[in-house]
C-alpha cells in the first residue's frame, strides 16, 4: 500500500472488530489535500503529522474517543518524524505516547534530535511510550552504526524494548525494526507482534495496566507496502 488512503477500508474493518485505544501509523504518504474526513474512522480521533517536503512518509494516530487525550506539539522535533500524545485517564497518572517513523537514508545525526526529544521526558519524570518504525534491527547479527547509536541513547536513560519478534520477514530476511520503547516496564500487562494483512510489517503492540480499566497501544510501521495489517 503507497498510502494510508488505499487501504482505509481495511483499517476500519480491523479496528471495528479489534479493542485498540491507541494506533499509530507510519508512513501515511498523507497530505494538505487530503481531509481527516477521507481517512477517519468511527469511533476513533485521528491526529496526524504530515511529510511537507515530498509525498512519503508522515505520520499520524487513531484514538479511540473514550481516550481523554492533549496533542503535545512542544515534544515534535524538527528534523524528526515524529508526534506525541499525552494520555489523561481517570485514577492514573498521566502518560506519553510517542510515534516515530526514521526513514532507512536518516543521517546518523538524526539521533541527537531523537536524545533531545528523550532528554525532555526525562526531565519531567512522565511515564512514556516510544513506538514506531525506526529501521534499526534489533536482533541483527552485527548491528550497524545507527542500531549502536539509538541502543547507546536508549540504555543511557533506561528504556526497555518490549518487542523481541521478526517484525518484517521477507524469503531473504527476518528483522525487527518495529518497536516500542518505555521506562516504566512494570505498567505492562503483555507486549507482542501481530502478523495482520495490511502491512508487510507486522503489528507490534502493548497492552498497559491502568487503575480501572487498560489501554491498548498498537502501532502498524508501515501502511505504505499493505500486505497485514
Known amino acids: 500500500m503507497n498510502k494510508l488512503t488505499t487501504h482505509i477500508d481495511e483499517l476500519r474493518i480491523f479496528l471495528a472488530h479489534n479493542e485498540i485505544d491507541i494506533l499509530s501509523i507510519n508512513e501515511t504518504k498523507l497530505n494538505e489535500t487530503i481531509s481527516d474526513n477521507e481517512v477517519n474512522i468511527l469511533g476513533y480521533d ?4 504530515d511529510r511537507t517536503t515530498d509525498g512519503g512518509g508522515g505520520v499520524c494516530f487513531y484514538v479511540k474517543k473514550s481516550v481523554n487525550f492533549t496533542v503535545r506539539n512542544d515534544l515534535n522535533m524538527e528534523t524528526l518524524e515524529n508526534l506525541c500524545l499525552e494520555i489523561q485517564q481517570p ?56 542500531t549502536c547509536k539509538l541502543m547507546s541513547i536508549t540504555d543511557v536513560y533506561g528504556l526497555q524494548q518490549l518487542i523481541t519478534e521478526p517484525t518484517r ?7 525487527l525494526i518495529d518497536v516500542i520503547y518505555t521506562n516504566f516496564l512494570d505498567k505492562i500487562v503483555c507486549s507482542g507482534v501481530c502478523h495482520i494483512s495490511i502491512s508487510d510489517h507486522s503489528m507490534v503492540f502493548a497492552y498497559r495496566k491502568l487503575s480501572i480499566n487498560g489501554v491498548t497501544l498498537g502501532h502498524n510501521s508501515d501502511l505504505q507496502k499493505i500486505q497485514q495489517i
Open 46 to 49: 485521528i491526529v496526524r503529522r
Open 169 to 175: 520477514v521477507t524469503p531473504t530476511s527476518s528483522t
Open 91 to 146: 485514577r492514573s497518572k498521566p502518560f506519553v505516547v510517542v510515534t516515530w517513523y526514521r526513514p532507512p537514508d536518516s543521517p546518523i545525526g538524526i539521533f541527537s534530535s531523537f536524545e533531545h526529544l528523550i532528554g525532555i521526558l526525562d526531565l519531567e519524570n512522565i511515564e512514556y511510550y516510544l513506538m514506531g518504525d525506526l529501521n534499526c534491527d534489533m536482533i541483527a547479527t552485527r548491528y550497524d552504526n545507527d
